[in-house]
Structures are given as structure tokens and as C-alpha cells.
T-cell receptor, first 115, second 116 residues
Framework: KAGVTQTPRYLIKTRGQQVTLSCSPISGHRSVSWYQQTPGQGLQFLFEYFSETQRNKGNFPGRFSGRQFSNSRSEMNVSTLELGDSALYLC??????????????FGEGSRLTVL | AQTVTQSQPEMSVQEAETVTLSCTYDTSENNYYLFWYKQPPSRQMILVIRQEAYKQQNATENRFSVNFQKAAKSFSLKISDSQLGDTAMYFCAFMKLGYNTDKLIFGTGTRLQVFP
């Protein structure tokens, strides 16, 4: 069974640009979450999608947005990039329903550098 | 709001020895999960061990075990017979229990170095 796949793995952008990151969850997983990891702030929750609906949202500005498609794949977008957006963006998927154990399965992340 | 605290930024241990990583948390919830996740250098985060708060018995997974003290809100991880491959960042995390599960709240992590 393939794991969580994130693309691209590395990218460099300049201030003011926008970026789109993609995440394909494990087959059968309908919930996808996004986390930002930085040395200063640690791991912070961005948002979670289930059945194409955003169920939870973290404390990030409106420049951060996401969506989920009918095949459970998810994208997140950051507009008007700032230097502080440089981070490792992690996607995680989980099973929902009676078999949910709470375990999140993480991808390898997309490392974004903003210059 | 829930918080998770890891007070040991870095730890080191010799191969084959035992090491304990500390974690405390704060919550008013009664039903929740606690996790230890491992993030090796430049590799993806993986689950080490999981504990349901309603279970009194401490979880174990091979060389990994936890000491879960619900009243004290403490959740430490013990790694026995440490191996070089255990070198990684270790994150303690909290999640509310339920069908519509909430986000993971992470601690700041403990960097563990295993020496030969």
C-alpha cells in the first residue's frame, strides 16, 4: 500500500509569490490534515479536510487555504508569500469511522524556502 | 485549550542502554489519545506508540513503552536496548477522542542521539 505522497518535495519562491502544494493520502483514507513545521514555532496545525469539506482550521492567516478533491487528494495554497512562510509543510491522512485509531500517517513533506 | 510540554530539548544515550523521554500535557478533556511520533533526520514522521486515556494499562510496542499517569497528566516514553536507528526527533502529541477527531497538538520535541 503506497504511503502519503507529497509534491513537490522542495521548492524555492520569492516574497509575494504564491505556492500550491499537493498531497495524495493513503488509499481509503478520507481525512487529510496539513501541518507547518518550523524551528521556531514547531509543528502547528493548519487545517483538516474530510469528504471535500474543511472540518478544522488552525490559527493561520487567510493567505493559507486548502481544498480536497473527490478522490481525497488535497492541495494547500499560500498566497503573497512572506519570509516567515519558509517551513516544512507536512500532510497527514487518517482513517475515519469505526476503525479510526487516531493515528495520522505523514508524508515526507514539502520544504518551502521563501527568498 | 490543550498544551503539550516536552522539557528535554536534547537527550543522548549509548547503544543498548535505556532512555526515558518526558512529556506533560494539560487538558480538561476526559477522552483523548496520546502519541509519541518519531521523525528521523530528513525522513517522514512515524508513529512509535499510542495510548488511549481511558485505558489504565500502559502501552508497549517491542522496545518502546510508556508511563501514563493520567492524574498527573504525564506521558513519558521509555526506549529500551537503544539502537543507532533510534536517533531522531521525538514528538509527544495529544488528540481529542471522537469520530470527528480534532487536530494533533504537538510538543516541541526531544532530539535523541544514540551513540555507539
Amino acid at each position: 500500500k503506497a504511503g502519503v505522497t507529497q509534491t513537490p518535495r522542495y521548492l524555492i519562491k520569492t516574497r509575494g509569490q504564491q505556492v500550491t502544494l499537493s498531497c495524495s493520502p493513503i488509499s481509503g483514507h478520507r481525512s487529510v490534515s496539513w501541518y507547518q513545521q518550523t524551528p521556531g514555532q514547531g509543528l502547528q496545525f493548519l487545517f483538516e479536510y474530510f469528504s471535500e469539506t474543511q472540518r478544522n482550521k488552525g490559527n493561520f492567516p487567510g493567505r493559507f487555504s486548502g481544498r480536497q478533491f473527490s478522490n481525497s487528494r488535497s492541495e494547500m495554497n499560500v498566497s503573497t508569500l512572506e519570509l516567515g512562510d519558509s517551513a516544512l509543510y507536512l500532510c497527514a491522512s487518517q482513517v475515519q469511522g469505526d476503525t479510526n485509531t487516531g493515528e495520522l500517517f505523514f508524508g515526507e513533506g514539502s520544504r518551502l524556502t521563501v527568498l | 485549550a490543550q498544551t503539550v510540554t516536552q522539557s528535554q530539548p536534547e537527550m543522548s544515550v549509548q547503544e543498548a542502554e535505556t532512555v526515558t523521554l518526558s512529556c506533560t500535557y494539560d487538558t480538561s478533556e476526559n477522552n483523548y489519545y496520546l502519541f509519541w511520533y518519531k521523525q528521523p533526520p530528513s525522513r517522514q514522521m512515524i508513529l512509535v506508540i499510542r495510548q488511549e486515556a481511558y485505558k489504565q494499562q500502559n502501552a508497549t510496542e517491542n522496545r518502546f513503552s510508556v508511563n501514563f499517569q493520567k492524574a498527573a497528566k504525564s506521558f513519558s516514553l521509555k526506549i529500551s536496548d537503544s539502537q543507532l536507528g533510534d536517533t531522531a526527533m521525538y514528538f509527544c502529541a495529544f488528540m481529542k477522542l471522537g469520530y470527528n477527531t480534532d487536530k494533533l497538538i504537538f510538543g516541541t520535541g526531544t532530539r535523541l542521539q544514540v551513540f555507539p
